[in-house]
């Protein structure tokens, strides 16, 4: 079974430093996709960023990069230049080949301070 | 932005009522989903649906039915309400993964509360 963890129940950064938020994975699959989330106070659930395992690249959205190291089953979340509006909780999710619904971990939540 | 509606968006009830929570989109995507969030757990799927009439069941699925009737309409029914279910439910949908990444949309979640 596929499983997402996320080891940072909660996280500090000083506002326009970097942060690397954790996820490691876990599957048989060859073929799957990683997403992180962001889940505001407002409680909406934001579509950040996207990596297929078969990426060569690792992908990025502006201030988002993810970090995918394919061997050590890890894809870790860079946010580049912290703002007070980072704040938020973060989700890691996978999804195995196919249409299979996403997986989430449990989240890590994020504190930028000015 | 996604056109998904969640009804009602806050809900008190009492232990052993029924309770329907209904996700609406007018985006015409294949699939729909049903998850809930709770503290210290992330979002775990509860139900999910891959076409009008064709569901299945997700992780945490005791508890709880689903239907679907409409492309545009995944219904989310607890039979009889337990403590238990207090949570905040969010519907999701996406239209496949193989037209883009195959993110998920969410609703703005619907709150309910168990007494």
């Known amino acids: 079974a596929q499983k997402i963890t996320q080891t940072q129940p909660g996280m500090f950064v000083q506002e326009k430093e970097a942060v690397t938020l954790d996820c490691t994975y876990d599957?048989?699959?060859?073929?799957?996709?990683l997403f992180w989330y962001k889940q505001p106070s407002s409680g909406e659930m934001i579509f950040l960023i996207y990596?297929?395992?078969?990426?060569?690249q690792n992908a990025t959205e502006g201030r988002y990069s993810l970090n995918f190291q394919k061997a050590r089953k890890s894809a870790n979340l860079v946010i580049s230049a912290s703002q007070l509006g980072d704040s938020a909780m973060y989700f890691c999710?996978?999804?195995?080949?196919?249409?299979?619904?996403?997986?989430f971990g449990k989240g890590t939540r994020l504190s930028v301070i000015a | 932005d996604a056109g998904i509606t969640q009804s009602p968006r806050h809900k008190v009830t009492e232990t052993g009522t029924p309770v329907t929570l209904r996700c609406h989109q007018t985006?015409?995507?294949?699939?729909m989903y049903w998850y809930r969030q709770d503290p210290g757990h992330g979002l775990r799927l509860i139900h999910y649906?891959?076409?009008?009439?064709?569901?299945d069941k997700g992780e945490v699925s005791d508890g709880y039915s689903v239907s679907r009737s409409k492309t545009e309409d995944f219904l989310l029914t607890l039979e009889s309400a337990t403590s238990s279910q207090t949570s905040v439910y969010f519907c999701?949908?996406?239209?496949?993964?193989?037209?883009?990444?195959?993110?998920?949309?969410f609703g703005e979640g619907s709150r309910l509360t168990v007494l």
């Open positions: 999701a949908i996406s239209d496949g993964a193989g037209k883009n990444t195959g993110e998920l949309f």
């Open positions: 599957t048989s699959d060859p073929s799957y996709g």
């Open positions: 990596q297929g395992s078969y990426d060569q």
């Open positions: 999710a996978m999804r195995s080949p196919g249409n299979t619904p996403l997986v």
């Open positions: 985006e015409n995507h294949r699939y």
């Open positions: 649906s891959y076409g009008v009439k064709d569901t």
